[in-house]
């Protein structure tokens, strides 16, 4: 009997679940198939959490399941406990083995979001002799090549350039002249509080989705095959469907949209999600599309739901950062990932992976990271980010360590996030100057200090922050280079009083005690 012919074999990947995907685009039932692999080679290429990989293999069967209620044809690897049923090694040869034996005339694919899977996609398509035809991705409000026009002949990239380019263009809070809504581009000045002695004001945490039957069979395949990894799947709770990203986008709208630009920077004990949306999952795998995240924020506005501090302050998390570090990454990269400006070489300390220290704020970040594969942006950058950089981790490695443990982690996102953001490896590109602090710093924006065994105040002695202490180790080891900084002329002045005072050489003594320290 004859093979049926296949005309395009579509590719999904796992961060692609777009229903409206370009990938789509033509797809004739009776002659294209829909192809999706779950593969042990992605997940230990790049060390994945096991909340990382629930999150991506329950959301890749729900959307195969929805295309095969559509009568589509989907050839789907589904990973087994059995590694002896494994379809092959990696992405490459199980594709490799159904190319050879399904013959498609074309593979489709919408451009990746990761620079390496794309070269592995088209070196494989090469060797097959199989033609790739790789689509724009029209997930993102930009594509790379306006990015790429944007940068032209700019000496520098400032995300308030292009924010407020982009809005014009897709008239977003902006009256019919261009101008913003408000009078204001910018509302920092009004955000940005601290909680007080009080605490967070009564909210309603994200709602929970109790895992269904196909997520309860990827959890406990994940547990069985990959129990070594690190982070913990037992209160998985994220929406897996689109169905329940909307419900889960709604009720960000309703609950927590209104008071988000107040609380975007505060930290507190059991705070784990506070007044962030936790969208970041459903927008990266693509379940929900960023512009009608920001529209239903400015409907909010537009209704009187939600002020206009908090709704642009939301927008410019997506319209502004989201876009702008991916065209960072299209632009810069393969060598991006190579920079380490600050010449930085040690490894992501052990407590980074279990949680295991008495620093307060680092041990509920990991508590959050390891429960929740999550972790809401100022703990990323001014508790773990603020860390790793002051203790001196390679800026690729605490990448790498990011892409293990958090589950909206994907290469455009978190490269620029982590190791230019957060520390400043690439040296200016993402941000003007590196985001270091002292142990003041969090507690001005958080209750953790109070119940910490080490004292914020203290950057030498017995119970000396270990915070306060890298800080000035931190400024010390690259003073030549930050000198010159007109915006670190305050923190260098401090610098200069420890060293006149005799204390910077005790600071650095227990710097390199705190560094050498196996527990903190
Ligand atoms: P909210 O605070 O509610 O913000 C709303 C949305 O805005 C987010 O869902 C996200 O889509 C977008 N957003 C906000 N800030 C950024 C940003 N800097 N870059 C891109 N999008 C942004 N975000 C990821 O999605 N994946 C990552 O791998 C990632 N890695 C990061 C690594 C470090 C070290 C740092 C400092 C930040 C990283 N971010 C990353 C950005 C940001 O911290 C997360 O998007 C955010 O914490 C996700 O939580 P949320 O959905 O509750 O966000
Ligand atoms: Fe963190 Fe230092 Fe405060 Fe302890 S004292 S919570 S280590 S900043």
Same mark, same amino acid.
């Given at each position: 009997?004859?093979?049926?012919?296949?005309? !395009?074999?579509?590719?999904?990947?796992?961060?692609?679940?777009?229903?409206?995907?370009?990938?789509?685009?033509?797809?004739?039932?009776?002659?294209?198939?829909?192809?999706?692999? +779950? !593969?042990?080679?992605?997940?230990?290429?790049?060390?994945?959490?096991?909340?990382?990989?629930?999150?991506?293999?329950?959301?890749?069967?729900?959307?195969?399941? #929805?295309?095969?209620?559509?009568?589509?044809?989907?050839?789907?690897?589904?990973?087994?406990?059995?590694?002896?049923?494994?379809?092959?090694?990696?992405?490459?040869?199980?594709?490799? !083995?159904?190319?050879?034996?399904?013959?498609?005339?074309?593979?489709?694919?919408?451009?990746?979001?990761?620079?390496?899977?794309?070269?592995?996609?088209?070196?494989? $398509?090469?060797?097959?002799?199989?033609?790739?035809?790789?689509?724009?991705?029209?997930?993102?409000?930009?594509?790379?090549?306006?990015?790429?026009?944007?940068?032209?002949?700019?000496?520098?990239?400032?995300?308030?350039?292009?924010?407020?380019?982009?809005?014009?263009?897709?008239?977003?809070?902006?009256?019919? $002249? &261009?101008?913003?809504?408000?009078?204001?581009?910018?509302?920092?000045?009004? =955000?940005?509080?601290?909680? &007080? #002695?009080?605490?967070?004001? +009564?909210?309603?945490?994200?709602?929970?989705?109790?895992?269904?039957?196909?997520?309860?069979?990827?959890?406990?395949?994940?547990?069985?095959?990959?129990?070594?990894?690190?982070?913990? *799947?037992?209160?998985?709770?994220?929406?897996?469907? @689109?169905?329940?990203?909307?419900?889960?986008?709604?009720?960000?709208?309703?609950?927590?949209?209104? %008071?988000?630009?107040?609380?975007?920077? #505060?930290?507190?004990?059991?705070?784990?999600?506070?007044?962030?949306?936790?969208?970041?999952?459903?927008?990266?795998?693509?379940?929900?599309?960023?512009?009608?995240?920001?529209?239903?924020?400015?409907?909010?506005?537009?209704?009187?739901?939600?002020?206009?501090?908090?709704?642009?302050?939301?927008?410019?998390?997506?319209?502004?950062?989201?876009?702008?570090?991916?065209?960072?990454?299209?632009?810069?990269?393969?060598?991006?990932?190579?920079?380490?400006?600050?010449?930085?070489?040690?490894? *992501?300390?052990?407590?980074?992976?279990?949680?295991? /220290?008495?620093?307060?704020?680092?041990?509920?970040?990991?508590?959050?990271?390891?429960?929740?594969?999550?972790?809401?942006?100022?703990?990323?950058?001014?508790?773990?980010?603020?860390?790793?950089?002051?203790?001196?981790?390679?800026?690729?490695?605490?990448?790498?360590?990011?892409?293990?443990?958090?589950?909206? #982690?994907?290469?455009?996102?978190?490269?620029? =996030?982590?190791?230019?953001?957060?520390?400043? &490896?690439?040296?200016?590109?993402?941000? /003007?100057?590196?985001?270091?602090?002292?142990? =003041?710093?969090? !507690?001005?924006?958080? =209750?953790?200090?109070?119940?910490?065994?080490?004292?914020?105040?203290?950057?030498?002695?017995?119970?000396?922050?270990?915070?306060?202490?890298?800080?000035?180790?931190?400024?010390?080891?690259? @003073?030549?280079?930050?000198?010159?900084?007109? %915006?670190?002329?305050?923190?260098?002045?401090?610098? +200069?009083?420890?060293?006149?005072?005799?204390?910077?050489?005790?600071?650095?003594?227990?710097?390199?005690?705190?560094?050498?320290?196996?527990?903190?």
């Amino acid at each position: 009997m004859s093979r049926p012919s296949v005309r !395009n074999l579509v590719l999904v990947l796992g961060d692609q679940l777009d229903r409206e995907s370009a990938a789509l685009d033509g797809f004739a039932a009776d002659r294209d198939i829909v192809w999706m692999a +779950e !593969n042990a080679g992605e997940a230990t290429h790049v060390w994945s959490s096991q909340h990382r990989l629930v999150t991506f293999f329950a959301c890749m069967r729900h959307y195969r399941d #929805a295309l095969r209620e559509k009568d589509w044809r989907v050839a789907y690897h589904e990973l087994s406990t059995r590694q002896s049923e494994d379809r092959g090694k990696d992405f490459a040869e199980i594709l490799r !083995n159904d190319v050879n034996k399904m013959r498609p005339e074309k593979l489709i694919v919408v451009e990746p979001g990761d620079f390496r899977v794309r070269e592995m996609l088209r070196g494989t $398509a090469k060797e097959l002799g199989v033609e790739l035809v790789e689509r724009t991705d029209r997930h993102f409000f930009d594509t790379v090549e306006n990015f790429r026009a944007f940068a032209e002949d700019r000496k520098s990239l400032v995300l308030e350039t292009y924010y407020r380019q982009l809005r014009k263009r897709e008239e977003i809070l902006v009256d019919s $002249a &261009g101008k913003p809504v408000g009078g204001e581009w910018n509302f920092d000045q009004q =955000n940005r509080d601290s909680f &007080g #002695a009080k605490g967070p004001p +009564e909210h309603k945490s994200p709602r929970s989705f109790a895992p269904d039957a196909v997520t309860r069979e990827v959890i406990e395949m994940v547990k069985e095959r990959f129990g070594e990894h690190p982070g913990s *799947v037992d209160s998985f709770a994220l929406p897996v469907t @689109r169905k329940d990203a909307l419900a889960f986008l709604r009720e960000f709208i309703e609950e927590r949209l209104p %008071r988000f630009g107040t609380y975007q920077d #505060a930290l507190w004990t059991g705070g784990d999600f506070l007044f962030h949306s936790r969208l970041s999952v459903a927008l990266n795998l693509k379940l929900l599309c960023p512009r009608e995240v920001v529209a239903k924020a400015v409907k909010a506005y537009e209704e009187g739901a939600a002020p206009l501090p908090a709704v642009e302050g939301f927008v410019r998390q997506i319209l502004g950062w989201r876009e702008f570090v991916r065209g960072i990454y299209w632009l810069k990269m393969p060598d991006y990932a190579k920079r380490n400006h600050l010449e930085a070489e040690r490894d *992501v300390p052990r407590y980074f992976w279990d949680g295991d /220290t008495d620093m307060v704020c680092v041990r509920e970040a990991m508590r959050n990271v390891i429960e929740h594969g999550y972790a809401h942006h100022i703990q990323r950058l001014m508790v773990l980010g603020l860390f790793a950089q002051l203790y001196g981790v390679h800026p690729y490695r605490f990448h790498e360590w990011h892409m293990a443990m958090y589950s909206d #982690a994907v290469d455009w996102v978190s490269l620029p =996030n982590a190791l230019g953001m957060s520390q400043y &490896g690439d040296g200016g590109i993402v941000g /003007t100057k590196p985001y270091c602090a002292s142990g =003041n710093y969090i !507690n001005k924006m958080s =209750n953790y200090c109070a119940s910490c065994r080490y004292n914020y105040k203290k950057n030498h002695g017995e119970d000396a922050c270990p915070f306060s202490v890298l800080y000035y180790d931190f400024l010390a080891r690259h @003073r030549k280079r930050f000198g010159s900084n007109r %915006r670190m002329t305050f923190q260098m002045k401090n610098l +200069e009083k420890k060293e006149a005072s005799g204390e910077l050489r005790d600071i650095r003594k227990q710097a390199e005690e705190i560094i050498g320290r196996e527990r903190l």
